[in-house]
Each structure stands twice: as structure tokens, then as C-alpha cells.
């Protein structure tokens, strides 16, 4: 089965993740590159009130088509309880040639639901499962058998 992973990470959390997805499912990885700047103190707040605005922005083309791959699976960070602008920019352009979905999330406490909730409603279709994660256990490296679990679940462990 041909597997994508796509994702987007600001400060590393969502990328420790995609990456032991990637490895766990054998994924070809699309990162994704928002063009504008979110680093430090004012990254972090226009940030956040980019993504409680649902606003898009600039990234960098991706190179990989989602509609040449059997599974897609799809991560994002959650800022003010919604997806990173740069996924919403990408869900946006290519979310419904997605033919199978599995969406993740990294947290600080609270927000997958409705973050869940706006993905779909962009690729339009309901996930095959969905993952989420606090960012505190994703640090503390506890996340890992999260990530086996979900590899199980789909018969891809091993």
C-alpha cells in the first residue's frame, strides 16, 4: 500500500511524531514550509490568530500528489483548537484527492476534536482513524506505543 504522510510542526512536536509514523507505516513524507515567519514571540501570536481566523497561507509547492497514494495520513499541531494555517492552506488545494485519511494532532491539552472536525470538513470524507496527542507525551517519548497501537489497528505494525 502506498502511504503518505504530510504534515506540519513549528517547534518539532508534530515533526517527532510524522516522523515515527513515517517509519512505523514506510511513508513517503511531504513536510510542509509556511512561508510566513513563526518563530519566537510574535510567530507564536499571529500564529494563533491566524489559525481562530481559519486563515490559509503561503507554502512552499508540495512535491508529492496525495491522490497517487492509497493512505494519507495527516498531521498538525493544534493552535486555537484548530489546525496550523499552513495544513488548512494545503486541506484546502489537495484535500479531496485524498483517497483514505488517517489525521493526527499534537496538543497541549485540549482541541483534536474540533481540530478533527475542521480537517474533515476540508477533505470531505470521514478519517480511516485518527490520533491525538499531548504534547507533553510526545516529549516524554510515552507516545511511541500510540503510535504502535495505530499501525496495529490498520494491519501495518511489524
Do not use: N
Not at 140 to 157: E, K, N, P, T, Y
Amino acid at each position: 500500500m502506498r502511504t503518505l504522510l504530510v504534515y506540519y510542526s513549528r517547534t518539532g512536536v508534530t515533526r517527532t511524531v510524522a516522523q515515527a509514523l513515517a517509519e512505523r507505516f514506510r511513508a513517503d513524507v511531504e513536510e510542509l514550509h509556511d512561508r510566513k515567519a513563526r518563530t519566537g514571540p510574535w510567530g507564536w501570536i499571529t500564529a494563533c490568530m491566524d489559525a481562530a481566523c481559519k486563515r490559509s497561507t503561503e507554502i512552499d509547492l508540495p512535491a508529492k500528489d496525495p491522490a497517487a497514494y492509497d493512505l494519507v495520513l495527516i498531521g498538525t499541531p493544534v493552535w486555537a483548537y484548530t489546525m496550523a494555517p499552513a495544513l488548512r492552506t494545503y486541506l484546502s488545494q489537495r484535500g479531496r484527492a485524498i483517497k483514505r485519511a488517517v489525521l493526527f494532532c499534537t496538543m497541549g491539552s485540549s482541541g483534536d476534536r474540533r481540530t478533527f472536525r475542521h480537517m474533515v470538513q476540508l477533505i470531505g470524507k470521514p478519517p480511516t482513524a485518527v490520533l491525538a496527542l499531548l504534547e507533553r507525551d510526545v516529549r516524554s517519548g510515552i507516545f511511541a506505543a500510540s503510535v504502535r497501537d495505530l499501525a496495529d489497528q490498520l494491519g501495518m505494525g511489524g
